[in-house]
């Protein structure tokens, strides 16, 4: 069971069953240390096992924006392929924290090609039609504050307790270190702070920018239970109420969800700890590994 458990886990977070795609193997390569420094804010928080919570949480988040939400229901695989959609946006994350600089540029530029065909139009939460690109700095500013905000937030409510969960420089530094992974995504002015981050998050609920409707509700459900057999279902379902029971009342109404009264928290704590111990029983390197690969070879370099 740990195996099989080990491999589902692998397959979601890189598309591959054994956790080394090829992506992952070139974050042992490239000429520099890359966007951020080892065992910093953003290397703590995207190596946490928190990041499984976090993630539901951003989509859910993230489809708040009618906008962004558009774009999913027009040109999104995420109910034929969701373990494919979620590796991929995975990869991204892994190869702009961990990779070198170069790996993510090419990285922001494949998912900048992926992104230049997804174009529509959608109702604005003020009820006003509207046109929207994939790659306008305004949506990639909304995607950007959900995943930050959720990232944070759980290394805060889960991580803390897990191996090496305090994050280096607290809270604001996570935000002020990932603001340059917005940059790169097109993000003018990306919050250096927790408050700061806060107050952009409310500014898109109090200007009316967001909106619940049916395309809400839909990926809410599909959300809720993805089709993950017997015991990933279950542990998938917990992760799910998590991430729930941290998103704020006024996002949850328009989510259409409640907060579970059952103890959600402690048992998503639970089953993060059953995913860290499965995926600790293989020997295969992850993605830190291979980036600490790569930085013990340029010092060796440096020092030759």
Not at 106 to 116: F, I, K, P, Q
Not at 243 to 269: C, D, E, H, K, N
């Amino acid at each position: 069971m740990p195996a099989d458990l080990r491999a589902r886990l692998l397959t979601a977070l890189s598309g591959e069953p054994d956790g080394a795609p090829r992506w992952i193997r070139e974050l042992a390569e490239g000429d520099d240390a890359g966007h951020f420094a080892e065992d910093g804010a953003a290397w703590t928080v995207h190596g946490s096992m928190a990041t499984l919570v976090a993630g539901i949480r951003a989509l859910l988040l993230q489809a708040l924006h009618p906008g962004a939400m558009a774009g999913v229901h027009d040109w999104s695989t995420y109910r034929d392929d969701p373990l494919g959609r979620l590796a991929g946006t995975v990869r991204w994350v892994v190869c702009v924290t961990y990779g070198s600089t170069e790996q993510a540029a090419r990285e922001t530029a494949r998912v900048g090609r992926l992104h230049a065909r997804v174009a529509g139009d959608f109702v604005d939460g003020r009820g006003a039609e509207r046109a929207y690109r994939a790659d306008d700095a305004a949506l990639a500013e909304w995607v950007h504050l959900a995943f930050t905000d959720a990232f944070l937030t759980c290394q805060q409510t889960w991580g803390r307790r897990m191996r090496g969960g305090r994050i280096p420089g607290g809270p604001d530094a996570y935000v002020a270190e990932w603001a340059l992974a917005g940059r790169l995504m097109r993000v003018a002015q990306p919050p250096l702070s927790a408050a700061e981050l806060r107050r952009h998050l409310d500014g898109y609920l109090e200007r009316g920018e967001l909106r619940g409707d049916e395309r809400v509700r839909d990926v809410v459900s599909f959300l809720r239970r993805p089709p993950l057999p017997g015991a990933a279902g279950l542990g998938y379902r917990l992760l799910f109420e998590g991430a729930v029971a941290t998103i704020p009342r006024p996002y949850r109404r328009l989510l259409g969800v409640r907060r579970s009264p059952l103890p959600v928290v402690t048992g998503t704590r639970l089953v993060l700890a059953i995913a860290e111990r499965a995926l600790a029983s293989g020997d295969g390197k992850g993605a830190q590994e291979w980036a600490r690969e790569r930085l013990r070879r340029l010092e060796a370099e440096r020092a030759a």
